[in-house]
């Protein structure tokens, strides 16, 4: 089982940064796919960034596409997700999360083991 702790949340003004990040132990991190996924209040989880294993591919929703940026650094045991350009609309929990396998799915059924997750509030 791998543990995850995400950090780098906070409150921000509409068109701020936050660059989030998330610590994993306990496996392998390199061989898995990571992904990250927010949660609004009284909303599903839904899916917002995902990396492959080797961090060559990423994959965005298209309401973050241009604006968020999902990176890893394997020899940290660390993927990060650099938030731009931030709208009310991003305010949410934010979780990461380790994929199942090496390949890269957008569902929360392809990844088995979450963070605790991390406030993000944008002002308008």
């Known amino acids: 089982q791998v543990q995850l702790v995400e950090s780098g949340g906070g409150l921000v003004q509409a068109g701020g940064s936050l660059r989030l990040s998330c610590a994993a132990s306990?496996?392998?991190?390199?061989?898995?796919?990571m992904g990250w996924f927010r949660q609004a209040p009284g909303k599903e989880r839904e899916f917002v960034a995902a990396?492959?294993?080797?961090?060559?591919?990423?994959y965005y929703a298209d309401s973050v596409k241009g604006r968020f940026t999902i990176s890893r650094d394997n020899a940290k045991n660390t993927v990060y997700l650099q938030m731009n350009s931030l709208k009310p609309t991003d305010t949410a929990v934010y979780f990461c999360?380790?994929?199942?396998?090496?390949?890269?799915?957008?569902?929360?059924?392809?990844?088995?083991?979450w963070g605790q997750g991390t406030q993000v509030t944008v002002s308008s």
């Open positions: 999360a380790v994929g199942r396998t090496i390949v890269v799915v957008t569902t929360t059924l392809g990844y088995d083991s």
């Open positions: 306990g496996r392998t991190f390199s061989s898995y796919a």
């Open positions: 990396i492959s294993w080797s961090g060559s591919s990423t």
